[in-house]
T-cell receptor, first 114, second 114 residues
C-alpha cells in the first residue's frame, strides 16, 4: 500500500538553528500538508500546499516557517531559526483531492530543540 | 469558539471488553466528522468518516461511530477490544461549507490489558 515517508524520524537541533523536515508524499497525490503535535496537546494544522503554492496556512505558520516542493517527489518544511517551543512531532500528509479526507499521514518526525 | 474535544486523555480496558471513546464538537452547523488511529511508530490512519445520512458509521478494524446531533457527539465504539488496538485515537472535524482542513482533537490514548 502506498505510504508517505518522513525523514528523519527524530531530529535534535540547537535553538536558533535552521532545520529541514522532509517528506515524500504519495506519487499521484496533489495536496500536501504539514501538521504538528506538541507533546500532550492537539494535532495542529500548519499549512497546505497545492500546485506549487500555499493554499491555506494557520496562524502558527509564521515567517519562520516555509515549505517547498523542490522536485517531483519531496515536500519539505523549513524552520528558519528554531525555538524551544518548536519541539513537537511534525506530520506530513497528502491527499488526492482537497475534499478527499482520506489523508495519508507519514509516521512523523520528532523535533527536539535544545 | 469552534472546537473539537476529546475529554479522555487515557482509557484503559481489558482485552475482550467493549470500548467507547468520546468526541464532542462545537460548530454551528453539522461538520464532517472523522476518527483516526495512530499506532506506535506509525502515521495517522483514517478509521471512519461521517458526512451525512445514516448516523451509525462502520469503519475499518471493527470500529463504528455514532453521530448524535442533539449531543454534538461522534463517539467511537468497538464491541470487543484486541491487544493490537492499543494506540492513540484522534477525532477530527471539518466545518461544512468552510475550510477543507480537518481540526483534530488532542487524542485519547488506549491502553489494553491482557
Amino acid at each position: 500500500e502506498p505510504e508517505v515517508t518522513q525523514t528523519p524520524s527524530h531530529q535534535v537541533t540547537q535553538m536558533g538553528q535552521e532545520v529541514i523536515l522532509r517528506c515524500v508524499p504519495i506519487s499521484n497525490h496533489l495536496y500536501f500538508y504539514w501538521y504538528r503535535q506538541i507533546l500532550g496537546q492537539k494535532v495542529e494544522f500548519l499549512v497546505s500546499f497545492y500546485n506549487n503554492e500555499i493554499s491555506e496556512k494557520s496562524e502558527i505558520f509564521d515567517d519562520q516557517f516555509s515549505v517547498e516542493r523542490p522536485d517531483g517527489s519531496n515536500f519539505t518544511l523549513k524552520i528558519r531559526s528554531t525555538k524551544l517551543e518548536d519541539s513537537a512531532m511534525y506530520f506530513c500528509a497528502s491527499s488526492l483531492d482537497r475534499t478527499d479526507y482520506g489523508y495519508t499521514f507519514g509516521s512523523g518526525t520528532r523535533l527536539t530543540v535544545v | 469558539a469552534q472546537s473539537v474535544t476529546q475529554p479522555d486523555i487515557h482509557i484503559t480496558v481489558s482485552e475482550g471488553a467493549s470500548l467507547e471513546l468520546r468526541c464532542n464538537y462545537s460548530y454551528g452547523a453539522t461538520p464532517y466528522l472523522f476518527w483516526y488511529v495512530q499506532s506506535p511508530g506509525q502515521g495517522l490512519q483514517l478509521l471512519l468518516k461521517y458526512f451525512s445520512g445514516d448516523t451509525l458509521v462502520q469503519g475499518i478494524k471493527g470500529f463504528e461511530a455514532e453521530f448524535k446531533r442533539s449531543q454534538s457527539s461522534f463517539n467511537l465504539r468497538k464491541p470487543s477490544v484486541h491487544w493490537s488496538d492499543a494506540a492513540e485515537y484522534f477525532c477530527a472535524v471539518v466545518p461544512s461549507g468552510g475550510s477543507y482542513i480537518p481540526t483534530f482533537g488532542r487524542g485519547t490514548s488506549l491502553i489494553v490489558h491482557p
